[in-house]
């Protein structure tokens, strides 16, 4: 079964960092370019970051950049989110999701809270 | 940014009946060198992941009911629910994926009336 798994989030204080995780199975993870996309509570959808099949080609949302950085491990079918200076308004579930003509597959999400 | 823009926030169909919700964007995602539109629609129930209906505005993603249906073309798009069914009631939203940063509406909650 083709899956996604994310891991990592919790409870922390404004300025402290964390790093999600996302675990795929069930299909070739290398072959797929992948996205974190959030959703504050309540709250509609907000793409956050891209990256390609191989690492060389990223991006990020103006809200996020030069805060998190994408990256991926092909080898151990893994995706990555690391988050610094975080904020309250990053509060939110993080989904990792999979582009195959639009998003085609998405994690069940992980809860970052972020309140002192 | 590629602003999109949903409307009705919300909608309220009896169950049977058809459901249309609209989707603009602020500048045309038709890839002219393809000729294919980069438009995807979701659909969110509570406490689920978002879940791909269609994409390229019109090609429904296989698994997905034939009642769910994509039109439009360069900045006007309509998703349609031919005949509203109970488990259809959730939230969906409209994505753009021509350009990043990649957006999407506000969304429409659809309700039974």
């Known amino acids: 079964e083709e899956q996604l798994v994310e891991s990592g989030g919790g409870l922390l204080q404004p300025g402290g960092s964390l790093r999600l995780s996302c675990a795929a199975s069930?299909?070739?993870?290398?072959?797929?370019?992948m996205n974190w996309v959030r959703q504050a509570p309540g709250k509609g959808l907000e793409w956050i970051s891209y990256i390609n099949k191989n690492s060389t080609t990223t991006y990020y949302a103006d809200s996020v950049k030069g805060r998190f950085t994408i990256s991926r491990d092909n080898a151990k079918n893994a995706l990555y989110l690391q988050m610094n200076s975080l904020r309250a308004d990053d509060t939110a579930v993080y989904y990792c999701?999979?582009?195959?003509?639009?998003?085609?597959?998405w994690g069940q999400g992980t809860m970052v809270t972020v309140s002192s | 940014d590629i602003v999109m823009t949903q409307s009705p926030d919300s909608l309220a169909v009896s169950l049977g009946e058809r459901a249309t919700i609209n989707c603009k964007s602020s500048q045309s995602v038709l890839y002219s060198s393809n000729n294919k539109n980069y438009l995807a629609w979701y659909q969110q129930k509570p406490g689920q992941p978002p879940k791909l209906l269609i994409y390229?505005?019109?090609t429904r993603k296989s698994g997905v009911p034939d009642r769910f249906s994509g039109s439009g073309s360069g900045t006007d798009f309509t998703l349609t629910i031919s005949s509203l069914q109970a488990e259809d009631v959730a939230v969906y939203y409209c994505q753009q994926y021509y350009d990043t940063p990649w957006t999407f509406g506000h969304g429409t909650k659809l309700e039974f009336k």
């Open positions: 999701a999979r582009v195959s003509g639009g998003f085609d597959m």
């Open positions: 069930g299909f070739t993870f290398s072959y797929y370019t």
């Open positions: 390229w505005a019109s």
